[in-house]
């Protein structure tokens, strides 16, 4: 018998409906999954912008119908995607002050993502101008700095990161999370990723599987996140699923096979506890053992 638990978890990166592309569970529902597997947090994600307000009702929904002794707590956060202005600092403050806990780059308004989509990609966001990052990501740095919340680099180009990273770092950003650098679409080298934890302390998230195109089908990266663990150390990645999408696996059983297959890899389940709940709630500001 497995000795993986879903007690506890945090996942950091689940997207669900309402959404322009159909998702497996409503906010409502992966909030009734959680609560099922006695999960501690779950943040989720939408392309179209804000969901903080959308995870406020649902722990609103969670307390009425489980009582206040749940355990457990939706976030959400902020991405600069054209929807919401780009780099928009105003934004993001208001995102912040209704509790955003990550604040993403642009994810289908990155120059990178238009690019591997075989569409223009000066029709993108500009992140990066003369090797220094534009005045508004300053303002925008400055805003996650003061809230003390997570950044997310989402679909920008390793050759963005590395100055993003830099400069979030001089403008006194401590928590930067490196979004899903296997997939194709940003497509880190374990080179990338090797010197990114050691230089700047980064989080690497590995998530369960990536979309390798239009009517691909997923590819499953935990061959390859259990190899980058070895490579590049525990310490610095964290297990989430990117999940929600309805070819996949719902999302407890993908969070389940995952760590599940880590442990059978020879990760050690104390090591799956650091990556699964330890970092991720340093990120969310979460007092470890809260979930007890």
């Not at 390798?212 to 980058?228: D, I, R, S, T, V």
């Not at 297959?261 to 500001?285: A, F, N, Q, S, V």
């Amino acid at each position: 018998m497995s000795r993986v638990s879903l007690k506890g978890i945090c996942d950091m990166h689940v997207h669900t409906n309402p959404d322009l592309r159909l998702r497996a569970y409503s906010d409502l529902e992966l909030a009734d999954a959680a609560v099922r597997v006695g999960a501690r947090a779950i943040v989720i994600k939408s392309h179209m912008g804000f969901t903080v307000n959308r995870a406020e009702i649902a722990n609103e929904y969670v307390r009425k119908v489980y009582g206040e002794n749940t355990g457990f707590t939706m976030y959400g956060g902020v991405v600069m995607n054209k929807v919401i202005g780009g780099v928009n600092p105003e934004a993001v403050e208001k995102g912040l002050k209704l509790g955003a806990k990550e604040i993403w780059l642009p994810t289908q308004s990155a120059r990178r993502h238009l690019e591997k989509m075989g569409q223009n990609p000066l029709d993108g966001i500009e992140l990066v101008r003369d090797g220094k990052v534009i005045p508004e990501l300053k303002d925008v740095f400055n805003l996650i700095r003061d809230y003390d919340v997570a950044l997310g680099t989402a679909h920008v180009s390793p050759e963005e990161a590395f100055v993003i990273v830099e400069a979030a770092r001089d403008a006194g950003v401590k928590k930067i999370v490196i979004t899903h650098p296997e997939w194709w679409v940003c497509d880190y080298s374990i080179e990338d990723q090797i010197r990114l934890v050691k230089d700047y302390d980064v989080i690497l998230e590995r998530c369960y599987a990536q979309n390798m195109g239009k009517g691909k089908p997923y590819h499953l990266n935990l061959k390859e996140n259990a190899e980058l663990i070895k490579e590049v150390g525990y310490e610095h990645v964290m297990v989430d699923t990117d999940g929600g999408q309805t070819e996949n696996p719902d999302w407890e059983t993908e969070m389940y096979e995952y760590m599940h297959y880590l442990l059978e890899y020879g990760i050690p389940i104390e090591h799956i506890y650091h990556m699964t709940k330890t970092i991720p709630y340093r990120l969310l500001g979460i007092t470890e053992g809260s979930e007890e």
